[in-house]
């Protein structure tokens, strides 16, 4: 892990002064990080669950939660207030009242609600959860950023080469969410992506639209999407630098860079990979992590108002501490 930029994260959390919400509290391993948060201040925590059962549990297990604020989002005097809002907000796509009831009744869901009414500044989920269920509740209850339509994610891959991106640190896009993005959903990917390595790693993005072929020496419609995706990317951002179709030996090594697109400024310098659909990216920083020795933290959900995170339900307490200090810091450029 590269422990620098890791500590300006955590430093820059602790700094914020936010609050996020944990709603799977009856978690052994939410517990735990959830002192272990407050403790360091990387954020104000609320876990949702019945709090006897919460403070029970807690004691059997040695943890302290003084400082954690607990809800009981069954019973929450904001309940109804919050079933309206869900209401208001998705009727259109056909949901009841009686629908919003009783998804609100889910913890995960309600941990979104409160976020989208901006009671906490973030939320991390997923413990006792699958990705779909993080994901639609941060789409019901929080929603896209202004000028985002798209949801998507990243991955913050900690390489063993400290040659390439930020001393090894890389955002690989999209690792999670859109399977076969549309030109217009590609462009969002590479704008959040792009925004979460100036958010993340405090460096100006340098965004690489991946590809099979490198500055035309291969023909496909697969290729024009990502040529066309770049030009869109370029148009609505031109402050950003980005360039596409690239290779990936081309987008992040020098030697290669110089051979198959040496008038590209982004070509060989690439801090942010933007691949071409789902499959290539959650493959790749899976044979990132897993063969070449990398770490990667996430897939972090991109594209909200305000910040989401999705935890693996084999998460250790550790990642749930990190990861909160990523929503944590996060919420601050949100």
Known sequence: MNHIIIEKITQRAAQADKCVVLPEGNDGRILHAAQEI??????????????????????????????????????????????????????????????????????????????????????????????????????YCVGTAPGCRTVSSCSLMNTAVPEVGVDGMLIFADTGVVPEPSVEQLADIAIAAADACRTLLEIEPVVAMLSFSTKGSARSPAV??????????????????????????????????????????????????????????????????????????????????????????????SDVILVTAITATQSIAL
Do not use: W
Not at 93 to 102: F, L, N, P, Q
Not at 108 to 123: E, F, L, P
């Open 38 to 139: 407050t403790s360091r201040k990387y954020a104000k925590v609320i876990l949702l669950s019945d709090e006897n059962q919460v403070r029970s549990k807690a004691k059997e297990l040695g943890v302290d939660l003084a400082g954690v604020e607990v809800i009981n989002h069954l019973t929450d005097e904001k309940r109804d207030e919050y079933v309206d809002m869900l209401y208001q907000r998705r009727r259109e796509k056909g949901m009841s009242r009686d629908d919003a009831e009783k998804l609100l009744a889910r913890c995960i869901y309600y941990g979104g609600m409160m976020v989208g009414a901006g009671r906490a500044d973030g939320m991390v989920a997923g413990s006792a959860h699958p990705t779909s269920d993080t994901v639609r509740s941060a789409m």
């Open 224 to 317: 024009q999407k990502v040529v066309a995706a770049t030009e869109q990317v370029r148009q609505r951002r031109p402050d950003l630098m980005i360039d596409g179709e690239l290779q990936l030996d081309s987008a992040i090594m020098p030697e290669v860079a110089r051979r198959k697109a040496k008038l590209s400024a982004v070509a060989g310098r690439a801090n942010t990979l933007i691949f071409p659909d789902l499959s290539s990216g959650n493959i790749g920083y899976k044979l990132v992590e897993r063969l070449g020795g990398a770490t990667a933290l996430g897939p972090l959900l991109l594209g909200l108002a305000r910040p989401v995170n999705d935890l693996s339900r084999g998460c250790r307490a």
